[in-house]
């Protein structure tokens, strides 16, 4: 096992085209966790990068060669014995045996219960979009919906990324939760429950119920896919979304280009942490900035100004000071007696202050 510690001590760690994300690794202890391909490995080694190279050491824990009971033997002393002042492991598993040192960085898709800090990774919201397109044009907001938010396809050939994205997911997910996955695509959404998962699966496939269950809470628990509570009814169905929307378009033919941009725009109020809610004919209800943010590309006026109508008890009942209609790229502010309404283009409204806009 030293020979593969020396080996791993001795390699030129290559980190090309490395792009600042907004999450940055400090000089606590750190695990970073985030799903296959969110660039976790990439901010670590940018990280050991801008040290000396003989005071870390930076190991792969996927390496088949890896034998974990001389591993947890030989790695302290190894450590020791070189000075090793940072250590990182990427793609950790949790029977590696921690021990005390200046500094370790963990990589895990799995946020498991530790003192270290943990830095949540998500993949890239529109913002840190346009920093690996280097462009602000027109063009980038389609550009966005055909790439998504996984920094590699930026490096993708177009005709390739599709089938490197179900490569990615394939090598990432068991058969069942891959399924689960295949499935979910083709409902993003709308309000799923874990039973109708098992409807539609179970004329596919063998399956338990007690199985379909554990691998769905593991793909929530591991950010693949996401869910929306209904306001003041926690126990009520959620609304089921994905990650990305780059993941219904590698794993469904089918389009549906309305849920496609209400999950985008779940995705940016997700990423930055606000805390939101579905109701009937409400995409988001935002109770701590009083808001209500509908998902509609293509509103006009007059349609908008109907569907408000139709939420006037909600937005009196839980004053409401707020509704925007996020579209493609309508802009306009309505005249409205009880609430103020607004037609913003997601480009804008993605780029803006989230304290101030959302």
């Known amino acids: ?26 000089e606590e202890h750190t695990l970073v966790c985030g799903i296959a391909q969110s660039g976790k490995s990439s901010l670590i080694k940018h990280y050991l990068l801008g040290h000396k190279k003989a005071t870390y050491l930076y190991l792969d824990c996927r390496d088949v060669r890896l034998n974990i009971d001389e591993l947890n033997r030989t790695l302290e002393p190894f ?38 800090q943990t830095l949540r990774l998500d993949l890239l919201d529109y913002e840190e979009f346009l920093a690996f397109e280097n462009k602000y044009d027109d063009t980038a907001l389609n550009h966005f919906f055909q790439l998504g938010g996984f920094p590699a396809m930026h490096r993708i050939p177009s005709e ?13 997910l068991e058969p069942i939760e891959f399924s689960i996955l295949m499935q979910a695509s083709k409902m993003v959404t ?10 539609r699966l179970k004329g596919e496939r063998k399956i338990s119920k007690d199985k379909l269950y554990l691998h769905l809470q593991s793909l929530y628990d591991r950010g693949y896919l996401k ?24 794993l469904t033919l089918q389009k549906h280009f309305g849920r496609v941009f209400e999950n985008l725009v779940f995705s940016e109020l997700d990423k930055h942490g606000v805390e939101c809610y579905y109701d009937e004919g409400i995409d988001f209800y935002l109770p701590s900035k009083a808001q209500i943010v509908l998902a509609s590309p ?61």
């Not at 980190?15 to 400090?26: A, D, H, L, M, V």
């Not at 940072?86 to 950790?92: G, P, R, T």
């Open 160 to 172: 390739e990324r599709l089938l490197y994205l179900q490569k990615i997911l394939t090598r990432a």
């Open 298 to 358: 293509f509103a006009n006026e007059h349609a908008l100004f109907k569907k408000v109508e139709a939420l006037e008890a909600f937005i009196v009942s839980n004053r409401v000071r707020e509704v925007i209609a996020v579209t493609m790229n309508l802009e306009s502010t309505l005249s409205h007696p009880i609430s103020r309404i607004e037609m913003i283009p997601f480009a804008q409204w993605a780029l803006a202050d989230q304290e101030e806009t959302t």
């Open 79 to 116: 450590c020791r014995e070189n000075k090793i002042a940072i250590l990182a492991l990427d793609n950790y598993r949790e029977e590696i045996a921690l021990f005390e040192l200046g500094q370790i960085l963990l990589t895990s898709e799995i946020a498991f219960e530790t003192s270290f």
């Open 1 to 26: 096992m030293n020979t593969l510690l020396d080996e791993y001590y001795r390699y030129d760690l290559h980190n090309p085209g490395f792009i600042e994300r907004k999450q940055t690794i400090s």
């Open 190 to 199: 709308q309000k799923v429950s874990a039973f109708n998962l098992y409807e």
């Open 227 to 250: 869910s929306l509570d209904k306001f003041n009814h926690p126990s009520a169905v959620k609304k089921l979304y994905l990650c990305d929307i780059a993941i219904k378009q590698a």
